[in-house]
Each structure stands twice: as C-alpha cells, then as structure tokens.
C-alpha cells in the first residue's frame, strides 16, 4: 500500500539513504533562507533530528542563516541523494527551539564536534588558522579528563515545521514528483489529480 503521509515516506527514503552504499552523509541537506529584504541564501547543514513536530538544525547565533531565520521565520530544505536518484524537498516555518531543546542536540555531537564549535565563532573573520587550531587545543587540554562539554552559548537551534513536501525520483528515465500539502480553503481531493492522504496532507503528482 502506498505511503499517503509525508514524514513516514520520507523516514523510509531516508532509512534507505542511510544504508545504501553510494551515500556517505545521507544526513546532510541544504538549508536555504532569506534575508528580511528577501535575499536568498543556501549552505549545507546536518539534520540534528526530524519527527512529527518538523526538522532540527543547529548552528552559530552569529551565522548569517541564523540573522536571516529570526528575522523571515521561513526556510526551505533539500535533501539530495544522488546514487539513488532521489531529491526530497521540505518548506516551511521555522521556530527557535529553547535551551534545553538546544542543549539535548549539543550531548548528541560527537566530543570532537563540541571542541570545534566550541572553538569557532562561526562567521566571524579569521585572521589565520592558527589562532583556531590553539584555541580547539587548548580546549581539548581543558576538557582532557572527560567532563561533558558545555553548550557554546553562541549555539543555538531551530525546528523547520514541514507545510510542502517535493519527492522526486527517476524511475526507469522519468522523473516522478509527487507533492504533499495541505488543503487550501474549499479544496476537496477529486482521488483522480488531488488525492487524499493521511493526517491532513493532499498529494498530487506533477509533470517533471
Ligand atoms: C557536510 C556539512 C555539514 C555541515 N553542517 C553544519 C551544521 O549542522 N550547522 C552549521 O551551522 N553549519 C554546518 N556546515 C557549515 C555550513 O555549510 C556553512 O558553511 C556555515 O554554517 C556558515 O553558513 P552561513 O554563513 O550561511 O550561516 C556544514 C557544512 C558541511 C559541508
């Protein structure tokens, strides 16, 4: 039976991305933003987590992704998993998660990630790579008996909340697209174009 609910689609595409052998950073997307004004912007970025209340990004207050998400709460993601011929795309709302959220995602960094973040101040000029290499060393020194590293205050977190979904795949030369959302006002799914799917989401096919 056909998946007719985004996130449970996307899990098992995801789950599939992360076993297949082609695909080293099946966890990896690009995060796009925009300013106030509207300028647009894109980097890559890990996903710290997703279940039903959206995905997790983490990053450095000071980072320009950061500047553009508090002041234009929309976002845009893409996941890309070439081997498999498969894109994912996720818009929506973002929301800045709370210090406790925030600091749940930092315990799950591995220790050499918390030493680099903690040493960076993300997007602030760095004169010469030294002065980052002395700091992450003297940090290592510092935390050399294992005590848990603290959250770096400059980090902070956001939750994408998912309203469109693209999933696009190539299946034997032609691309398959098939677009979750939700139902504007009066929109009834006809189950011909617009079919019903599960926990509130409309789907539809398009052309490639
Ligand atoms: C594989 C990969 C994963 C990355 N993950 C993150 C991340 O989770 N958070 C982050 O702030 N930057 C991450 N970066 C660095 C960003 O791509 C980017 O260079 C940095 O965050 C500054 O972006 P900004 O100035 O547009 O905010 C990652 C880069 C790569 C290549």
């Known amino acids: 039976m056909p998946i007719k609910e985004p996130l449970a689609l996307f899990q098992k595409w995801f789950e599939e991305a992360q076993y297949s052998d082609g695909i080293h950073l099946a966890t990896s997307m690009t995060l796009a933003t925009a300013s106030k004004a509207g300028r647009p912007s894109s980097r890559i970025v890990g996903v710290k987590g997703f279940d039903k209340s959206g995905f997790k990004i983490a990053t450095n207050k000071n980072s320009r992704k950061a500047k553009d998400m508090d002041e234009n709460p929309f976002a845009s993601l893409m996941f890309y998993w070439e081997s498999m011929n498969r894109m994912v795309r996720i818009d929506g709302p973002v929301e800045k998660l709370d210090t406790k959220a925030t600091s749940d995602i930092w315990k799950g960094f591995p220790r050499a990630a918390q030493l680099t973040h903690s040493a960076s101040k ?22 050399a008996d294992s005590t848990p590293i603290p ?12 309203d469109w979904w693209e999933f696009y795949q190539v299946v034997t030369d032609l691309p398959d697209r098939i677009i979750f959302r939700k139902p504007e006002a009066g929109e009834t799914p006809d189950g011909k174009a617009l079919h019903q799917g599960d926990e509130g989401w409309i789907l539809e096919r398009v052309y490639p």
Request: charged share 25%; with cysteine.
């Open 122 to 143: 993300q997007d602030d000029i760095l004169p010469d790579k030294s002065t980052l290499v002395q700091k992450k060393a003297e940090l290592t020194q510092q935390y």
């Open 151 to 162: 959250p770096n205050p400059e980090w902070c977190a956001y939750n994408l909340i998912p």
